[in-house]
Nanobody, 113 residues
């Protein structure tokens, strides 16, 4: 029943940038860790970055230094700023709480060479 809505995906050339947004209910957003995940064709879903309720962040090695996760509790929104995109970043991106097993539709990010 916990819902997350992702947006901001699209088609971009390698080296470009995109900013993804994720919204959920205010009560969930303000107290929970929120993560970005992605699933590329033929691969399992993997975590990308997390932002904790206190504001701390963590990143997977493959995106560290290129992606920035942030949150705005007033807007119940988590962002993922993606820079220096590569073809390997192509995937459907999802946001979720790590404890939630219900996944939304995600947003498609396609990076072309």
């Amino acid at each position: 029943q916990v819902q997350f809505v992702e947006s901001g995906g699209g088609l971009v050339q390698a080296g470009g940038s995109l900013r993804l947004s994720c919204v959920t209910s205010g009560s969930i957003f303000s107290t929970n860790t929120i993560g970005w995940y992605r699933q590329a064709p033929g691969k399992k879903r993997e975590s990308v970055a997390f932002i904790f309720s206190g504001g701390g962040t963590s990143y997977e090695p493959s995106v560290k230094g290129r992606f920035i996760i942030s949150r705005d509790n007033d807007k119940s929104t988590v962002y993922l700023q993606m820079n220096s995109l590569t073809v390997e970043d192509t995937a459907v991106y999802y946001c979720n709480s790590p404890s939630n097993n219900n996944w939304g539709q995600g947003t498609q990010v396609t990076v072309s060479s």
